[in-house]
């Protein structure tokens, strides 16, 4: 898919602005052999990239998968029954951080799951720009592992019906799995506001994208500043326009932007959890939404989140409140109650 290419100087000016706010004094040497640079041998399983399962009895005391050791599942809390959700943090991230503990914690209110976390923190703590071209990549590739060792074991589960979660950079982490499973595709991926970092070009050959999984649907936040515009997916929903998020303006441009970018998670947990869903109106542009155009059918609006249906298809857009509870229900309603099923996902 053709997408627009961002001007190199704006990702660097980016990141240096983001390095001054978290107090570091980085040159842009320093961050070509910074602390996040992966440790050879470049091999998976690798040591910085680690997959924890979380299940409901095992909250608090996760199991670390070993995908070389068959006994590692097998012993394991892991239950086939249960639906499987795998979550890719962005940059800065890592499973006892933000927005991990979110996911996990609204999951485990409404029932069982397989939570996996991917925790590659060690490498993301700061760029490391030798690494900044193969770095997602080669993580995707251990993710790939990881899927393929749940398939093949007979307590693990089939690819088509993996839930893959993605934020930020994680979003795209998530499309390259599909690179490494050529005769698989997994059920959903979820891309939480993908990131424009890393992708510093005309070529969108890295991005996710709708052949990635049977469904993909994608939530913008941050887009066209430290978002990507999109689309991305089968189904793409742009939250108050995709950008300039309610409750975000601050005295610093940076945190106004930086704000934009993650308040796509708090809106994605909610979703989880939420009676009245964040329904989203068909449209095909934001001009033709922000006068009016599109004023579609009760029956035409789709809801946002863990509960979007697979046959979604389409650029939807909403508006959510400026504080919590963010979703406001279905337009012209009091209240709508979501389908709060348990999520699975058809096998293919």
């Known amino acids: ?135 997602p990549d080669f993580c995707s590739q251990c993710i790939a592992q990881l899927v393929r060792y749940l398939r093949d074991h007979p307590r693990g589960t089939p690819v088509a019906s993996i839930h893959v979660l993605g934020y930020s950079v994680g979003a795209h982490i998530a499309g390259l799995v599909a690179n490494y499973l050529p005769d698989d595709k997994l059920g959903r991926i979820t891309g939480l506001d993908p990131t424009i970092f890393f992708y510093m070009n005309g070529n969108r050959s890295r991005d996710l994208d709708e052949t990635d999984a049977h469904f993909v649907d994608v939530i913008h936040t941050g887009a066209g500043i430290l978002g990507q515009w999109g689309p991305n997916g089968h189904a793409d929903f742009y939250v108050n326009g995709g950008s300039s998020q309610p409750g975000c303006a601050t005295a610093s441009l940076l945190q106004t932007l930086s704000c934009d970018h993650t308040k796509v998670t708090p809106y994605y947990i909610e979703s989880i959890t939420t009676k009245v869903g964040f329904w989203a109106a068909p449209c095909g542009n934001l001009f033709s939404y922000l006068i009016g155009w599109c004023s579609p059918e009760e029956h035409e609006y789709v809801i946002m989140g863990e509960y979007t249906p697979h046959t979604a298809r389409g650029i939807f857009y909403l508006s959510t409140n400026g504080h919590k509870p963010y979703a406001r229900g279905l337009p012209g309603r009091k209240l709508r109650t979501t389908n709060r099923k348990r999520s699975y996902y058809r096998q293919y």
């Open 1 to 135: 898919m053709e997408r627009k290419s961002y001007p190199i100087i704006v990702i660097l000016i980016t990141l240096s602005l983001a390095w001054h706010v978290n107090g570091q004094n980085k040159t842009l040497k320093d961050l070509f052999n910074s602390t996040s640079c992966a440790k050879p041998p470049f091999v998976c399983p690798h040591p910085q990239i680690e997959f924890y399962l979380y299940t409901r009895k095992t909250q608090k005391d996760p199991e670390l998968l070993n995908v070389l050791k068959y006994d590692s599942l097998e012993y394991s809390r892991f239950d086939k029954s249960n639906p499987t959700k795998i979550i890719i943090h962005g940059f800065g991230g890592g499973r006892n951080l933000a927005p991990s503990t979110d996911l996990r914690n609204a999951y485990f209110t409404r029932g069982d799951y397989n939570i996996i976390i991917v925790d590659y923190g060690s490498l993301v703590r700061e760029p490391c720009l030798s690494q900044i071209q193969w770095g």
